[in-house]
T-cell receptor, first 112, second 112 residues
Framework: GESVGLHLPTLSVQEGDNSIINCAYS??????FIWYKQESGKGPQFIID?????DKRQGQRVTVLLNKTVKHLSLQIAATQPGDSAVYFC???????????FGSGTQLTVLP | EAQVTQNPRYLITVTGKKLTVTCSQN?????MSWYRQDPGLGLRQIYY???????DKGDVPEGYKVSRKEKRNFPLILESPSPNQTSLYFC???????????FGPGTRLTVT
């Protein structure tokens, strides 16, 4: 099956700066990619998704970029806030059962 | 409030003692799924259900059972728990064909 991973397990940014969280995937079976945010003691929460035939998608303060050539996905958070501190997971969606394959996560810490 | 609930939230048990973790959703979602989350491994799917009476194995089904007798409930059963099933478990649901899954708050299970 497909594996999805992340480049860095931890990322620290200053409040107000932009954050970039990266993710790599190993094959092209996924037709969607999703970013989830998991705060301490809670379940993952959907942030944004991107269809595999798109390069970029923007949401509120977040942008996801997909580079299929190098099988790379990134999540950009603008003007990072303390409430953005969490673990961020990328996940690929594939198959008729819409199965999610998650990466191991990046812990984002926002410094005051 | 639309939500996925899990019970119990915390459980410490001994090897071999059967247990059930309940999951319930009030959103009338057809699709439900169980994941386990372990450090460095992200979330891995255990079982999923596309609809009532329809269940399928995920990536790590060994040692687990599920049932889907009603649309809203999807219990996870460990017939004979072992220490390697110590983990954080999440239930999730979504409308059929929608990859945005809504996660419950998690159940932390310790098997001694």
């Amino acid at each position: 099956g497909e594996s999805v991973g992340l480049h860095l397990p931890t990322l620290s940014v200053q409040e107000g700066d932009n954050s970039i969280i990266n993710c790599a995937y190993s094959n092209s079976a996924s037709d969607y990619f999703i970013w989830y945010k998991q705060e301490s003691g809670k379940g993952p929460q959907f942030i944004i998704d991107i269809r595999s035939n798109m390069d970029k998608r923007q949401g509120q303060r977040v942008t996801v970029l997909l580079n299929k050539t190098v099988k790379h996905l990134s999540l950009q958070i603008a003007a990072t806030q303390p409430g953005d501190s969490a673990v961020y997971f990328c996940a690929g969606v594939s198959g008729s059962a819409r199965q999610l394959t998650f990466g191991s996560g990046t812990q984002l810490t926002v410094l005051p | 409030e639309a939500q996925v609930t899990q019970n119990p939230r915390y459980l410490i048990t001994v090897t071999g003692k059967k247990l059930t973790v309940t999951c319930s959703q009030n959103m009338n979602h057809e699709y439900m799924s169980w994941y386990r989350q372990d450090p460095g491994l992200g979330l891995r799917q255990i079982y999923y259900s596309m609809n009532v009476e329809v269940t399928d194995k995920g990536d790590v089904p060994e040692g687990y059972k599920v049932s889907r007798k009603e649309k809203r409930n999807f219990p996870l059963i460990l017939e004979s728990p072992s220490p390697n099933q110590t983990s954080l478990y999440f239930c999730a649901s979504s409308p059929t064909g929608n990859h945005e899954q809504y996660f419950g708050p998690g159940t932390r299970l310790t098997v001694t």
